[in-house]
């Protein structure tokens, strides 16, 4: 392992970032999705949608995912059992990727909604990625598992959150009425506001594929998905015009989202804010 490798990550009793925060948001987003899973004895809506919905084990396998995100949530939050929660909850997204977001897209690459549904949960496993870097002992850090544990497993996690910004930016473009109706009644020209930040998505990716001021587009990207969950999803926590349920879920995923993008953004806190990297340095501050 070559010296830049060595220093990808620092000792785990380096100082608070930033980083633990967007970690700590994650894990509560995680804990609020269980915790309404366990009320509802359901799914976290589209997010975790699955084709048993007529089988009677339906409620039984929607308890254990809850509790898994509970589990997984919880874990985050304490040193001894973040690593083993880190892997569980990379173990966990990845699943619903793979299984349940991946085969609509094969079964149906012209619909651009399945590569969004897929594009939100591949983000959600870049930022979970990154904890898991972030948290992983010294001991497995040799350059067999480098690929997945390493410096070239962190710029993995930082691609695979670039190319999913892209069709979550598109969505905006391709269903502009549906973006709109989410845009707050106050703003004016919603379907603009729908352009404006699908276009900050998709600028946002390009930038990080292409190491153009990577921590600057993370950053922004970051901050955009907080603001978007506080403003279209906070108010209808009150309103509920859709269902309680379906606003709580939809802020809770919002939140999920946004804060895997602020794990992502911190990844980048080595370098300066306006300085291209096409090595994209690989440096991140445990929390």
């Known amino acids: 392992m070559n010296m830049k490798s060595q220093q990808a990550y620092v000792v785990p009793d380096a100082p608070e970032t930033t980083l633990a925060l967007g970690y700590r948001a994650l894990a509560a987003a995680l804990i609020g999705l269980g915790i309404l899973g366990l009320i509802s004895g359901d799914f976290a809506s589209v997010w975790q949608r699955i084709p048993i919905a007529d089988l009677p ?40 990727a793979v299984l349940l977001k991946v085969p609509a897209v094969i079964v149906a690459p012209q619909i651009e909604g399945n590569w ?42 930082r691609i695979l959150f670039a190319l999913s910004l ?13 973006t709109a109706s989410f845009v707050p009644g106050w703003l004016p020209q919603p379907v603009a506001w729908g352009y404006l930040t699908g276009g900050g998505d998709v600028l946002a990716g390009i930038a990080i594929l292409l190491g153009y001021w990577p921590r600057l587009a993370a950053a922004s990207e970051a901050a955009m998905l907080v603001i978007i969950t506080l403003l279209v999803w906070t108010p209808g926590l009150t309103i509920a015009r859709n269902g309680l349920q379906f606003q709580i879920t939809g ?15 911190d990844s980048y806190r080595s370098i300066p804010w306006l300085r291209s990297a096409s090595g994209q340095e690989t440096r991140i501050t445990a929390p």
């Open 116 to 157: 969004l549904a897929l594009a939100e949960v591949t983000a959600m496993f870049a930022g979970a990625w990154i904890v898991l870097l972030a948290f992983t002992e010294e001991k497995w850090r040799r350059p067999e598992y480098h690929f997945l544990l390493g410096a070239n497993g962190l710029r993995s996690a």
């Open 57 to 96: 084990f339906r409620s039984v396998f929607a308890y254990a995912v809850a509790a898994i995100e509970i589990a997984a949530g919880i874990g985050l939050l304490f040193r001894r059992s973040a690593p083993i929660a880190s892997w569980v909850l990379v173990v966990f997204v990845l699943l619903w």
């Open 251 to 265: 802020f809770l995923i919002s939140a999920t989202i946004a804060a895997a993008a602020w794990v992502v953004a």
């Open 166 to 178: 892209l069709p979550i930016g598109l969505s905006h473009f391709v269903y502009p009425n549906e």
